[in-house]
């Protein structure tokens, strides 16, 4: 969006990134069914129930049979059963697992499901094989959802900072970082995040903070400035939008102009998004 706006992208840092989506759908699953899984992961399943159920009227298997969650936990009548509504009006984390039951694989559609178990034990690619008519479309959507060629072939640098240890975003959603010169693996001093993903996510906030700040006495904020050497946050110059700002407004009510790129730009020098 910021590329279309104009915006000259320099690097993005991310962390714990689901890149390739489809994957992370079909690991989910296999641990929800070994009961191997750190509390927690059954929010990611709430979020892509609610994501993939008839939500989205753009996405292809929307609104003719296939969403992703179990018919059971699509009740209009009943809110607690109704996996479509669970996410309105922001939730805690807390509500959502109130409302997940046990074995969370119940709450997603059975046919998916069993393709994913089969995908894993027989080692083939998640959604490799859907039912024509049942769960192909489904896989489409999610598909089309999975960013990792995107991020390979990303015209600009991304630091990716990701522990491979992860309990909820596998580690496997990282690309191999020797395709393409425009990717890396992040650390801090010779230090690379470890630990499960709450343990990597402090290091990783920490650290990409502390690459564009030099601190002189802890606790003054005027010590916060930007490196004294360029090379260490790659470039200071960045280009001002090609195109006028403008407003978008979607049915979230969310507003993206140009002006946000440049107050990112004016105070780290770089424009980066931050995934965690």
């Known amino acids: ?40 992961l059954e929010v990611i399943s709430a979020f892509v129930n609610y994501g993939y159920s008839s939500t989205n009227p753009d996405l292809p298997n929307s609104n003719i049979g296939q969403d992703f969650a179990n018919p059971s936990y699509l009740n209009p009548n009943n809110a607690s059963m109704n996996a479509a ?6 939730p805690t984390p807390e ?10 694989n119940d709450i997603g559609n059975p046919t998916f499901r069993s393709e994913s178990l089969a995908a894993t034990a027989q080692g ?3 959604c490799g094989t859907s039912t024509s008519g ?7 959507a999610i598909l089309a959802n999975t960013l990792k060629e995107e991020v390979i072939n990303a015209p600009f640098r991304i630091s990716i900072c990701h522990s491979r240890e992860d309990d909820t975003i596998a580690f496997q959603n990282t690309p191999d970082t020797t395709i393409s010169p425009n990717l890396s693996l992040f650390g801090l001093g010779g230090i690379v ?26 606790g003054d904020t005027r010590s916060i400035e930007a490196l004294p050497n360029p090379a260490q946050c790659g470039a200071y110059n960045t280009e001002s939008p090609s195109a006028a700002p403008t407003t978008t407004t979607s049915s979230a009510g969310a507003l993206l102009s140009n002006t946000v790129a440049l107050v990112l730009s004016a105070s780290v020098g770089t424009i980066g998004a931050l995934y965690m």
């Not at 910021?2 to 000259?8: R, V």
């Not at 509504?85 to 922001?90: E, M, P, T």
């Not at 509500?95 to 969370?104: D, F, N, R």
């Open 1 to 40: 969006a910021l590329i279309q706006l104009g915006a000259n992208i320099i690097g993005a840092p991310v962390g714990a990134p689901p890149f390739d989506l489809n994957f992370n759908i079909g690991w989910g699953i296999d641990k929800f069914q070994r009961n191997n899984f750190t509390s927690g």
């Open 85 to 90: 509504v669970w996410l309105d009006g922001s």
């Open 95 to 104: 509500q959502l697992l109130a409302l997940i039951p046990a074995q969370p």
């Open 124 to 126: 083939t690619p998640y």
């Open 134 to 140: 049942v769960t192909d479309k489904l896989c489409e």
């Open 193 to 218: 995040p470890t630990g499960n993903h709450i343990e990597a996510s402090f290091f990783c906030l920490f650290s990409f903070i502390v690459v564009f700040t030099a601190f002189s006495t802890i």
